[in-house]
């Protein structure tokens, strides 16, 4: 097929890859521009231009796709199919229809569960045991699009966000190629999505990780899981922040939030106890946490501060 790619972060990458292996004819890629990170805020491709421009394919940034120009030279290009993942724009009714496929969309969860922004970290954050991914018929809503295919797959007890994130990754590029032959070979039939049972993965924000140690263990394991590696779930320890990057969950009984083992370092919840193995002091470096030990020592019986 002769196909026009939408996407932005490492997520999609995989699926431009697995297109072009295919034998598909990407003709143009469209991404939004570059952006100033890092403390000297320099410039920065997102990785979907980078893989875009070893690969030789043209490269559009327009700052919004609402301009008519855009959709003129996007219709122009007689794209068989727009294939789209992890874009992060709305695209426009004109965009929508501009090629003989409409545009397909890569999402990685389970539709209709998890429709928006953040839905590998929810899915984590929140417990679940399975996920997967789908590929959609885009329309002017929020993911609400028809299902062509979907996939799933189990999540482990300890995995974490950004390690699902790449094996769906992974996986969404198979589902696309999928998707498209059976497009092209109308062997899938769209299915209307169920919006009573659809929920909300909003984006997250530093907010979101602050722990709150009257939470049973499991669900303070899960949000330690659930936002690595960005934004990273915090605590105060003694009126200093801790970021906490691996946890266990363990038995143990205290005072929610005290220390009631430094080897290793156990902490009570509302019910249970996580072994913290691994934190980042603020201004230091995410390391062991009997590493964290020697400069800091802890005893057991303080308790973390209620924020």
Known sequence: MNLIFMGTPEFAVPALDALCGAGHRV????????????RKLKLTPPPVKERAMELSIPVYQPQTLKNPSVAEMIIGEKADCIVVAAYGKLIPPAILTAAKYGCVNIHSSLLPKYRGAAPINWAVINGEEETGVS?????????????LLSAKTLI?????????HD?????????ILATLDGLENNT????????SLS???????????????NDPAKSIHDKVRGLQPWPVATAYLGG??????????CDGAGKPGEVISVNPFTVACGSGAIIIEELQADGGKRMKSSDYFRGHPVETGIVFDNI
Not at 27 to 38: E, H, R, S, Y
């Open 27 to 38: 003709t143009a890629v469209f991404t939004p521009p570059d952006k100033p990170k890092g």
């Open 167 to 175: 094996r769906l990754a992974q996986m969404g590029a198979q589902l």
């Open 199 to 213: 929920c909300y993965a909003p984006m997250l924000d530093k907010s979101v990780g602050i722990i709150d140690w």
């Open 156 to 164: 482990d007890k300890n995995e974490t966000a950004g390690e699902l």
């Open 240 to 249: 200093e922040r801790i970021r906490i990057h691996k946890t266990f969950v």
């Open 135 to 147: 590929t959609m018929l885009l329309n002017e809503g929020l993911d609400t699009g028809d299902i």
């Open 188 to 195: 899938i039939t769209p299915i209307k999505q169920d919006d």
